[in-house]
T-cell receptor, first 111, second 114 residues
Framework: QKEVEQNSGPLSVPEGAIASLNCTYSDRGSQSFFWYRQYSGKSPELIMSIYSNGDKEDGRFTAQLNKASQYVSLLIRDSQPSDSATYLCAVVRGSARQLTFGSGTQLTVLP | GAVVSQHPSWVICKSGTSVKIECRSLDFQATTMFWYRQFPKQSLMLMATSNEGSKATYEQGVEKDKFLINHASLTLSTLTVTSAHPEDSSFYIC??????????FGPGTRLTVL
């Protein structure tokens, strides 16, 4: 089992729809979770961090964390073509506080 | 938000030369800095973890004598690719983490070795 798994995609949604991105992790002791967005040819950009069970909203983005189910998700409301990118789920691991990334989900928002 | 800069953004060099890449956290003091490499259409690969004043910890398979890391201060880390070869051509990205373990990534350096 991979440490961090994401729905493989690619995922296509029409403009204005809700995009739902999912991620599961294997280490039950994990405490810190992040979503990054990476455009082609660019470096990752932080979208959200989440540390507690429940929902965390920031503009059109909502991160959801369920530690009992070892599940993290990201919802993007009112999706825009500019949201088209690869979304990376990341979990902090180890004493060096490194990030373990999922393989990424490629999202395309169709105009 | 926290800003991390990298310099240069791109570099072309001849085989056998060395290239230095700088990574700076501009508005915060980073507890730890990380160096990644990414080949086209592949995932980020962690190369090394670096703390100020300490020797870097390299991931398995990364040659520490080829990829020299210096972490001179809480806001500056450098990666030197020594005796670069065409297979070292890649996108090198640094990140800096704050006290919440949040990693902020630099814009990356695209290295092409001829």
């Amino acid at each position: 089992q991979k440490e961090v798994e994401q729905n493989s995609g690619p995922l296509s949604v029409p403009e204005g729809a809700i995009a739902s991105l999912n991620c599961t992790y294997s280490d039950r002791g994990s405490q810190s979770f992040f979503w990054y967005r990476q455009y082609s040819g660019k470096s990752p950009e932080l979208i959200m961090s989440i540390y507690s069970n429940g929902d965390k909203e920031d503009g059109r983005f909502t991160a959801q964390l369920n530690k009992a189910s070892q599940y993290v998700s990201l919802l993007i409301r009112d999706s825009q073509p500019s949201d088209s990118a690869t979304y990376l789920c990341a979990v902090v691991r180890g004493s060096a506080r490194q990030l373990t990334f999922g393989s990424g989900t490629q999202l395309t928002v169709l105009p | 938000g926290a800003v991390v800069s990298q310099h240069p953004s791109w570099v072309i060099c001849k085989s056998g030369t060395s290239v230095k890449i700088e990574c700076r956290s501009l508005d915060f003091q980073a507890t730890t800095m990380f160096w990644y490499r990414q080949f086209p259409k592949q995932s980020l690969m962690l190369m090394a973890t670096s703390n100020e004043g300490s020797k870097a910890t390299y991931e398995q398979g990364v040659e520490k004598d080829k990829f020299l890391i210096n972490h001179a201060s809480l806001t500056l880390s450098t990666l030197t690719v020594t005796s670069a070869h065409p297979e070292d051509s890649s996108f090198y990205i640094c990140s800096a983490s704050d006290e919440t373990d949040t990693q902020y990534f630099g814009p990356g350096t695209r290295l092409t070795v001829l």
